[in-house]
């Protein structure tokens, strides 16, 4: 909450607490300590700024009815020195409190004062977390679900960097392990067919068939040639891949810069197997006694630890495709020492998190420092129809064939209007569409409006300019209120979106934001209005233009100054 709001419900407590003491003084409440109690916005403002249900909590503890309790609150209640003028009492006793006008005075200074600063806190304290997500395998391009992945996951490093951590972003890069063997063996196949033929070379029914495999098999045969037909097929599957996967490594860091989004690491599996990682976290768990014997393989006790029983090594040796995730969680948490591990993850990751959870219980890992986010499928509209191919090429939409259709801006602001945790529609109808009906359009127009208005003020003569107290005491209709009050609970929905890992509270917040200004600027007039009235509405207008530039950096969405 913005440095007002929290000063203002810290002065509600201390008010409240101390009306019990002056009314337990006079006797008219009976001796005890006043039980815990919660502040809240009423649903309805008409009703209050603040509720507290004090009284309704005291009933066993004074023995006496909540209204009553109520009543002797309010006689020894005291707000001076307070943003509050008045305290009403309300149904069965709840507590109804109203903000002077020296609050909206107050919270208008701190966005202009702070400027591009305003929404940040340290609520975070400055621990380390790291936020790995996207992590496509790196055997093809990524996948519409990736593309809604990487505008959580951006947008909620973001929102955790805004509300006082010390963020990392990662993508972890599969290139270990079976995907990338049946990577190899694909290309291995396009390769041999140029120079043998399909029927000679037949494509295996488990294969990656993508256009890209055969594209990669030609470019490494121009560079080539027949080097590799005759060689063993450890050599030729090495040197494919060894061709093939950084390509592809670099084409997905290049589609991701596309989409805005730059990692601080791009950590490889591979190192794992390379510098024993693997093998170690196998010993520890063994000397733990977490794991036992059966059938020739290697189990983890997955009961003991709230999961399931599961293999970690195979009787033939190899271990799980789970052996090396939990030695990179293990490197997360333990080795490099971020507070917090948050991994974005799809929906179809649902059985593997406690099994990893689990794990690294095992490991002597609070699996508290594991949050893991899991995201529901993503389904693209158009015409009011699901669709799974694109019109052009007849095959999947991918991260890019997405962004050649939709705006990066459009794609980041709707891939974060939903909570993770719900399935989605993505309309690519109304993602390409310029009106109101396009959410990302109707916030950025609140914002070029407001940059026009200041074009259109300054060209007849009235510039911006800092206004008195008493004129900002001025804005006091129901819809400059309104429009102060969201202001005022930026920073709040910036830490309730850190604390619930839900980047959607932004943009909610922002299409409020938009819609009460369009509001206001239908309401209240500027022009032709007496000089320091018409100042302070500027003033309000500047304001807001500072808080939907923060909203809308933090999204690494664009702010147009006109449309």
Known sequence: MSKQVQQATNQLRSAILSAARKAQTAQTLSAGELPA?????????????WAANAAMVSARAFHMAPRKIAEALVQNLSLDGTFFDRCEIAGPGFLNFFYKPEFYTAVLRDVHDSGETYGRSNFGGGKRVLVEFVSANPTGPMHIGNARGGAIGDCLASVLDAAG??????????????????????????????????????????????????????????????????????????????????????????????????????????????????????????????????????????????????????????????????????????????????????ADHHGYVPRLKGALQALGIDPSNLDVLLMQMVRLVRDGEVIKASKRSGKAITLVTLLEEVPVDAARFLFNLREPNSEMDFDL??????????????????????????????????????????????????EEIELVRHLSAYTGEIVEAAKNYDPARITRYALTLATLFHKFYNACHIKGEEDSLAAARLYLCDCVRTTLHNVLSLLKITAPESM
């Open 165 to 346: 951590y010390k963020v990392e972003r990662e993508f972890y890069i599969n290139d270990a392990g079976n995907q990338v063997n049946k990577f190899g063996m694909s290309l291995e196949v396009r390769y041999l067919q140029i120079y043998k033929g399909e029927d000679a070379v037949p494509f295996p029914e488990d294969g990656y068939k993508g256009a890209d495999i055969t594209a990669h098999a030609k470019k490494f045969a121009e560079i080539n040639g027949d080097k590799y037909v005759d060689a063993p097929e450890t050599e030729r599957r090495k040197a494919l891949v060894s061709y093939a996967l950084p390509l592809n490594i670099q084409g997905l860091q290049d589609d991701l810069l596309k989409y805005r989004i730059k990692y601080d690491n791009w950590f490889r599996e591979s190192t794992l197997h390379e510098n024993g990682a693997v093998e170690r976290v196998i010993a520890l768990l063994k000397e733990k006694g977490a794991t036992y014997e059966k059938d020739g393989a290697l189990w983890f006790k997955g009961e003991d630890y709230g999961s399931e029983d599961f293999v970690l090594v195979r009787a033939n040796g190899v271990p799980t495709y789970v052996v090396p995730d939990i030695a990179y969680h293990y490197n997360k948490l333990m080795v490099r020492k971020f507070d917090k591990a948050i991994d974005v993850l799809g």
């Open 37 to 49: 109690f919660t502040l809240e916005v009423p649903a309805d403002r008409s009703h209050g700024d």
């Open 429 to 478: 109808d109304l993602a390409v569409q310029q009106d109101s009906q396009n959410p990302v359009y109707y916030v950025q127009y609140a914002y070029a409006r407001i940059c026009s208005l200041f074009k259109t003020m300054a060209a007849e003569g009235t510039d911006l300019r800092d206004c008195t107290d008493a004129e900002l005491a001025q804005l006091n209709a129901p």
